[in-house]
């Protein structure tokens, strides 16, 4: 990919990521973390920004608002000082708008942006800060929305568009981070209308993120299913309608496809529209570090299904996970 020096700005993403947890029982890398980026640090700190999902509060104590339930339901705490890692991995925003940023009430989450401001990690959540970058110039604010009561939530997008309509006048690059959709490898492909899981609506995906980019959006990264999912250039900009797991370290099942972890990395323009990208694949397994994929099985479903469920799109996918439009 060019430099980014020469113009626009870079954004690295990747989907969940949960370092760790210590309850119910215990179960947190010994290094406090840090293997588990030692390989995509690289690529995270080369971007102009490097973002993720980042799956349950960072915080000790406190109370669960719910109970687990093997199989179904899932709770996270991992320690604040793992917010360090984050930050000297590279990733320099992280989502807090999910269904675990609040597993341990509002003392968990009002620890988790503690920690993050320590660690000189910015964040978004449902409560409406926007993560602001200048990057040579360029204004750059990330939101990040979910599903569930608004406000931020695509399964009232109303509200939430009319947000982005807004802050999209005040930045030159205006960048979504959703978590929505349903769940699993059931879930690969991109299903038009409101998708649900296990009975719960979790967003229109597909009509939101198309009405984000008309009304001023100009990158959007879903993150939620656990899997990857296909990429689409709708109106010059780029919507990858999921991410899957990164490191989700012993708490989502990482089997199949849910083990795939892709690195996607974009150049846009001044004014948000894509020019190149590359996607890196990775492979998590139970409690280890993501880790450099020779086989590029995420890249190989990626360019599968978006050729399947976008076959319009402008989107070209090299075998070495170059993406370019091909009008370019």
């Known amino acids: 990919m060019a430099s980014s020096a020469e113009r626009g700005v870079t954004v690295a993403a990747v989907g969940d990521v949960m370092m760790g947890s210590d309850f119910p029982a215990p179960r947190l890398p010994r290094d406090g973390g840090r293997s588990l980026f030692a390989a995509a640090a690289p690529i995270f700190r080369r971007a102009d920004i490097a973002m993720a999902n980042l799956e349950g509060p960072l915080c000790e104590g406190g109370t669960p608002l719910k109970e687990p339930i093997s199989g179904r339901r899932y709770i996270f705490r991992t320690p604040p000082a793992f917010a360090q890692t984050l930050g000297d991995a590279g990733i320099s925003m992280v989502s807090l708008a999910n269904n675990h940023a609040r597993d341990f009430g509002r003392e968990g989450l009002a620890s988790t942006r503690q920690a993050l401001a320590r660690a000189g990690v910015l964040y978004s959540s449902k409560k409406g800060e ?17 599903f569930g009561p608004p406000p931020r939530s695509i ?174």
Do not use: C, W
Not at 130 to 146: K, P, Y
Not at 201 to 225: C, I, K, N, T, Y
Not at 309 to 328: A, H, I, M, Q, V
């Open 130 to 146: 926007v993560a602001e970058f200048l990057v040579r110039g360029v204004r750059v604010g990330i939101i990040s929305l979910s």
């Open 155 to 328: 399964t009232f997008p109303a509200q939430a568009l009319r947000e982005i309509a807004r802050e999209a006048g005040n930045y030159d690059i205006l960048i979504l981070s959703i978590h929505a959709g349903a769940e699993g490898r059931d879930a690969l492909h991109v299903a038009p209308g409101m998708e649900r899981y296990l009975e719960e609506p979790r967003g229109d995906l597909l009509s939101f993120a198309h009405q984000a980019v008309e009304a001023g959006a100009d990158l959007v990264v879903a993150h939620g299913p656990h899997v990857p999912r296909a990429l689409e250039v709708y109106h010059g900009r780029l919507i990858a309608y999921s991410l899957g797991n990164f490191a989700t370290y012993g708490g989502v099942s990482v089997v199949g496809e849910s083990g795939y972890a892709p690195l996607l990395t974009v150049r846009l323009d001044k004014d948000g529209s894509f020019l190149e990208g590359t996607l890196d694949s990775f492979r998590q397994s139970y409690l280890a570090a993501p880790a450099p994929d020779p086989k590029r099985r995420a890249l190989s479903l990626m360019r599968r299904l978006s050729a399947e469920d976008f076959p319009d799109s402008p989107l070209s996918f090299g075998s070495r996970g170059e993406l370019k439009t091909l009008n370019k």
